[in-house]
């Protein structure tokens, strides 16, 4: 299956997409991306240098995904989703200079296989998503979620754990 890229995207020489993954208008995908087979990148997202987004993956319009984010295979990343990677954003150093790329402190942040994340969600760097969870929309992630937890809220906490794993597990 081939690669579809919508003429307004703009896709960096140095990422890699795999076969059958499309992505549409005005999305952004820069150096060293790698994404991975039969994903579904929506309008207007922007993924940051250094990237990983795995198999089988949906990414909803206006998502922003940052370096230091490592997405596993089948999550769906709901419109409007942001992972930040820097707990303490400045835009300048004590000495009033700009802020150089090699002055940011950057987060990592892991989303498992099948975790999903409802619109408008925030996640903080250095969080853990488990497999199979669920983040509410609007949910400002602030620590590690357990696998198949349901969370949501500001802060997100757990509020279920899904009974029936046996529905979650890869078949």
Request: aromatic share 8%; hydrophobic share 35%.
């Amino acid at each position: 299956m081939d690669i579809f890229i919508h003429h307004t995207a703009e896709i960096s020489s140095e990422a890699k997409i795999g076969k059958g993954t499309k992505i549409w208008n005005d999305t952004q995908v820069r150096e060293d991306c790698v994404i991975g087979k039969n994903c579904i990148i929506g309008k207007g997202v922007y993924i940051d240098k250094g990237v990983k987004i795995g198999d089988n993956c949906k990414i909803q319009n206006y998502a922003c995904i940052y370096k230091g984010t490592n997405i596993g295979n089948g999550v769906f990343v709901g419109p409007h989703v942001v992972f930040a990677n820097d707990k303490n954003p400045r835009a300048i150093k004590k000495s009033g200079q700009l802020k150089s790329e090699s002055d940011w402190k950057i987060g990592q942040t892991k989303i498992k296989y099948g975790a999903a994340i409802g619109a408008g969600s925030i996640i903080l760097p250095n969080v853990i998503i488990g497999k199979f969870s669920m983040i509410g929309a609007g949910s400002i992630v602030t620590k590690n979620v357990k696998d198949y937890a349901t969370v949501f809220g500001n802060p997100a906490v757990e509020r279920v754990v899904q009974k029936n794993k046996a529905k979650c597990r890869k078949k």
